[in-house]
């Protein structure tokens, strides 16, 4: 058995596919040992760490920071018994910038171990379904060929050259993915198989006018990548115009001032729910302006007890502690729709929308209707600085039921949130500010909010969302009095 292993990319939770890798935390010739973090992997939910499957000595690092890596694919070759001696085929210190195409004999020498603890549901130690390798959490992509329709008129595919001997020679080895063969090639010169490249690409390359069935692929697998488009369409955008039209000239004008942000990650999953919620769930939001001047006088009162003096005591605890009860009296707020049934959910994930550097998450609190009101503090001050710090977990942004956004941190009075898939209602928490009300039957100035409601109109009607906003509303008027008369 070798003593050179690859550690592929995992699935990092929900069936993620790939991820990109943030920063390495470790680097050729470092020691490392057992479940010690060896690289930061952005996904489309959250940054996370990624401890290593094996003590060792790090031997090559295959994908540089910034680089985006398919679940599956090898991204670090460990040696697991550095004190023995010179391997029979060892792998040598390469670069991530500078890493040489590995010959056959070099790769036969890597052991490719499989990733643990990865087993069919329902089945301990089962293999994972549909030939996919198996992964962390869920399956990894399919380790048999996928069967493709052929075109019409596309030439069959040449079949690979049969590989030669290997050859047990000392040459390192630097580990790299093997690209499958070329498909084949017409009587152009142009592949006539099937095309790997993303749909942004394709449509990079319908922009500028460039045929992808005549490049040649850089990427993973020979796939055809934004830089391999780009540089095809260089000379002919260096050619000189003889003639230039007004239209030409106005879809130019100012480009050299705009800056293009690549949409991925959280952004681009944040993108993808609202896409699929604003489309797919009949949205209704009802309002609700609130006097919570009482309220914040028994955040004063908790704030001066000796018990709570090191927690964080804001307005939010408040309104994450309404919604909880408004839930024991309305149920049917706290379900999602399923096609033919209603769940309804005995627990409450709460969610707590958090602005980051990466963009918008929604971690929530698992059961948090269980919780004191100290416990549902300090659970909820521990969310919010985990995701302000970029380390909340897959599984903490998973299995939400219900959401609070508090868009009054920013100003703003309100809005009409757009649901989180899979949920029923949301809960916009606006500004509180000082405002003339009309209180026992004078115009004094309150401590004011306004708080929206949105709710999928399928599964709560009109009187349903009125009633539970209104609950919420009545426990931020009067906390203490509400509490009695509910309990």
């Known amino acids: 058995m070798s003593r050179i292993k690859e550690f592929n990319l995992p699935d990092l939770g929900e069936g993620l596919t790939e991820g990109e ?14 479940n010690q973090p060896i690289v930061e992997v952005e996904t489309a939910k959250a940054a996370v760490e990624i401890p290593a499957k094996w003590a060792g000595q790090v031997q090559a690092i295959f994908h540089p920071e910034g680089s985006t890596v398919e679940v599956g694919t090898p991204i670090i070759a460990i040696d697991t018994e550095p004190g023995a001696g010179p391997a029979e085929q060892s792998t040598t210190g390469a670069s991530t910038s500078d890493l040489p195409t590995p010959s056959a004999a070099s790769l ?111 990427g993973p697998s020979g796939s055809i990548t934004r830089e391999d488009v780009q540089r095809a369409a260089a000379p002919a955008a260096a050619e000189p115009l003889t003639v230039t039209s007004p239209v030409s000239s106005a879809a130019s004008f100012g480009a050299d001032r705009e800056q293009r942000i690549p949409v991925k990650g959280v952004r681009r999953l944040t993108a993808e729910n609202m896409s699929r919620s604003a489309f797919t769930a009949p949205h209704v939001t009802e309002f609700l302006t609130v006097d919570v ?98 380390r909340t977990s897959p599984a903490d942004m998973s299995g939400g039921t219900l959401t609070i956004t508090n868009v009054g941190v920013f100003g703003v009075d309100t809005g009409t949130p757009i649901l989180p898939p899979g949920e029923s209602a949301i809960l916009a928490f606006g500004a509180v500010r000082e405002q003339p009300w009309v209180h026992k039957g004078k115009v004094k100035p309150r401590l004011v909010t306004t708080l929206g409601l949105s709710f999928d109109h399928r599964i709560i009607d009109g009187e349903l969302g009125s009633k539970f906003l209104r609950d919420v509303g009545d426990f931020l008027a009067d906390p203490e009095a509400t509490l009695l008369a509910w309990t």
């Open 293 to 390: 001047t009482r309220a914040m006088k028994a955040l004063d009162r908790l704030r001066g007890r000796r018990e709570w003096r090191d927690v964080r005591v804001s307005p939010l605890l408040l309104v994450a502690k309404a919604v909880l009860l408004a839930v024991r009296r309305h149920p049917m707020v706290n379900s999602s729709w399923a096609g033919d049934e209603i769940v309804v959910k005995e627990y409450v994930n709460l969610g707590i929308a958090a602005a980051t550097e990466r963009g918008l998450i929604v971690p929530n609190i698992k059961d948090a209707g269980r919780l004191t009101l100290r416990e549902l503090a300090d659970a909820m001050t521990d969310l919010v600085q985990t995701a302000k710090a970029g």
């Open 108 to 218: 036969a020498a890597v052991e490719v171990a499989p990733t643990e603890g990865a087993v069919e549901p329902g089945l301990i130690g089962g293999p994972a379904p549909g030939g996919r390798t198996a992964v962390l959490v869920g399956y990894g992509p399919r380790t048999t060929a996928a069967k493709r329709r052929p075109r019409k008129g596309a030439a069959p595919a040449a079949s690979a050259p049969a590989a030669a001997p290997v050859q047990h020679s000392p040459a390192p080895v630097v580990p790299a993915p093997v690209r499958s063969p070329s498909p084949a090639v017409n009587g152009n010169g142009r592949s006539s198989g099937p095309v790997l490249a993303k749909p942004p690409v394709r449509k990079l390359a319908k922009d500028l006018g460039v045929d992808l069935s005549a490049l040649t692929g850089s």
């Open 21 to 34: 890798i943030l920063a390495w935390l470790v680097k050729v010739g470092d020691t490392i040992e057992l």
